[in-house]
């Protein structure tokens, strides 16, 4: 199975700040990769898909590049609704993973 | 609007069985691949097991396999996870999930259930 590696597992931002998340897959996987936003209780939320499309509705402050191995995500300025947990998820094969999870916190 | 309804949760003893069940809405259930997606107690997502729009294909994460079976129902527009042999580290929130689009494979998780409780303990 395809491993994901996302850093930091914490991170610790004000209000306004520019923040970057890094996912690495064990092998290759082109740009199949999403990014999702998870907060307490709730299911999680589609930010990103094939490493770089933002879907319908998210904010243009998220971004996500990256492909092969190394992808990232960016929020180009933090805002308060922004605390959560985000997580990347390959789908280049049939069996998916996740990443472990970072968790955005305030600072 | 689409609606993913998981039901069938609960407590079972170690070594038990359950069937969850995720009932569909508000889309043509029978065009998309689905997902289960679990979610262990303060701990991140587990992606299980997804299915192919008409239950041909089924592929599953290796911890489960030949202890779990997702399966689907068109007519009854119904997913399902059958859970044998369950042990202590199953327990977990089970998410029902569907492909953002329809028709070939994506992979990409479009739509989540807001999901049924696990826990497996004597």
């Known amino acids: 199975d ?12 004000s209000v306004g700040d520019r923040v970057t998340i890094t996912c690495r897959a064990s092998q290759s996987i082109s740009r199949w990769l999403a990014w999702y936003q ?5 299911a999680p939320n589609l930010l990103i898909y094939d490493a770089s499309s ?16 190394e992808f990232t995500l960016t929020i180009s300025s933090l805002q308060p609704d922004d605390f959560a947990t985000y ?15 970072t968790k955005v916190e305030i600072k | 609007e689409v609606q993913l309804v998981e039901s069938g949760g609960g407590l079972v003893q170690p070594g038990g069985s359950l069937r969850l069940s995720c009932a569909a809405s508000g889309f043509t259930f029978s065009t998309y691949w ?9 701990k991140g997502l587990e992606w299980l097991a997804n299915i192919k729009q008409d239950g041909s294909e089924q592929y599953y994460m290796d911890s489960v396999k030949g202890r779990f079976t997702i399966s ?12 044998n042999s369950l042990r202590a580290e199953d327990t977990a929130v089970y998410f029902c999930a569907r ?23 004597s």
């Open chain 1, 38 to 42: 998870q907060k307490p209780g709730k």
């Open chain 1, 2 to 13: 395809i491993q994901m590696t996302q850093s930091p597992s914490t991170l610790s931002a």
């Open chain 1, 54 to 69: 933002l879907e319908s509705g998210v904010p243009s402050r998220f971004s996500g590049s990256g492909s092969g191995t």
């Open chain 2, 72 to 83: 689907r129902d068109n007519a009854r527009n119904s997913l399902f996870l059958q859970m």
């Open chain 1, 87 to 101: 997580y990347c998820h390959q789908y280049n094969t049939y069996s998916q993973t996740f990443g472990q999870g």
């Open chain 2, 99 to 121: 492909d953002h689009v329809g028709g070939g494979y994506r992979g990409i998780i479009g739509y989540w259930g807001q999901g049924a409780l696990v826990t497996v303990s």
């Open chain 2, 34 to 42: 689905m997902s289960w997606v679990r979610q262990a107690p303060g």
